[in-house]
């Protein structure tokens, strides 16, 4: 399946004016958001952006006032002083400065991963059973509702915060308190034996396009917070399927982030279950990594796209329709 994509409308670095690279802030993904915006800080300014540094929505509010400010690349990851959660979207949207990635809905709605798998369900997008834990349910009573082996999780946090894999009654208990130490509420969600694979959605004049997708082999068990960022002995596959297969899950990957309200950028995890080959959607990173071990500069640079190229796209879509983006 070929991938054509336009190039890029822009190529005076000026006309993107004073870009705060906003990182870091204090949600649970604060260090691998400073990595992450390092990194997309160093790739603007070698392409001659006026790109600047900014740790956290305070400090952005602040240079917004002192008047320093045209637009904001936003690299935050997570919520509760991440990026992620749509209360960054509505300040920006409030004092009309433009910013990368998705809007006030999209992001709300991606970071509530109970309630994304609400939307896809009501569109018939396949997603793994779950059940919403509330406080003082029976943890036991909702795994075997479900049947284990189960996932628990946190609803809305990211990076692999929080989540345990538990294939017997002993070990729910341990994985709920775990859980519970980040607010919000709580998931249990079938767990899918298979393949874990991922989508990264790149949205140009054109309309938003699935790149190939990167099938994800960890060395343990599973593929979790150490895998995601520390390990090297990780391998991604890129592209992770082939034929009427990559051509699927790239189709369900755009309907997700779509049905989702998601714009400009993105990335959706997708598990693919080994004994029938079914896809089911898990969620949508609106802000995705940026770092060495991140996804979407992988599958970008199957295409043909380097990470300079990539942040470039990206801070691309906050200049409006004509970019491929919105108004502020």
């Known amino acids: ?122 569109l018939g997008l396949p997603t793994p059973r779950y ?25 809305c946090e990211g990076s692999s915060v929080g989540v345990s894999r538990v294939h017997d009654d002993a070990g729910l208990e341990q994985a709920l308190e775990l859980a519970a130490r980040y607010p919000g509420e709580l998931l249990m969600e079938q767990l899918i034996t298979g393949d874990e694979l991922t989508v990264a959605v790149l949205g140009t004049t054109d309309g ?13 068990e599973w593929y979790d917070y150490n895998a995601k960022y520390i390990a090297e002995d990780t391998q991604y596959l890129c592209p992770g399927l082939d034929g009427e297969a990559e051509a699927e899950i790239r ?16 990335r959706v995890d997708v598990m693919r279950d080994r004994a029938s080959g079914k896809f089911y959607l898990l969620e949508v990173n609106t802000a995705p990594g940026m770092t060495s071990h991140s996804l979407v500069p992988k599958a970008a640079r199957e295409v043909g796209i380097g990470f300079e190229e990539l942040c470039w796209r990206v801070l691309e879509s906050s200049l409006g329709p004509d970019a491929g983006g919105r108004d502020a």
């Open 251 to 266: 189709r369900i990957a755009v309907e997700a982030f779509n049905a989702a309200g998601c714009t400009g950028w993105g």
């Open 131 to 155: 059940v919403r834990l509330g406080k003082g349910d029976d943890v036991h009573v909702a795994a075997r509702e479900l049947g284990l082996p189960v996932i628990v999780k946190p609803s």
């Open 1 to 122: 399946m070929s991938i054509d994509i336009v190039p890029p409308r822009i190529s005076d670095p000026a006309v993107f004016g004073r870009v705060a690279v906003l990182m870091g802030g204090t949600s649970a993904e604060r260090e691998v958001s400073l990595d992450s915006g390092r990194n997309v800080l160093e790739a603007l300014r070698a392409r001659g952006v006026e790109a600047f540094a900014v740790d956290g929505i305070p400090a952005l509010v602040e240079a917004i006032r002192g008047g320093d400010v045209d637009r904001v690349f936003n690299i935050l990851h997570g919520n509760k002083g991440g990026g992620e959660d749509g209360v960054l979207q509505g300040l920006l949207e409030a004092l009309r400065v433009p910013y990368t990635g998705s809007d006030v809905l999209g992001s709300a709605l991606s970071m509530d991963k109970i309630r994304t798998k609400q939307v896809w369900l009501s």
């Open 208 to 220: 938003h396009h699935a790149l190939p997708s990167i099938r994800i082999v960890p060395k343990g």
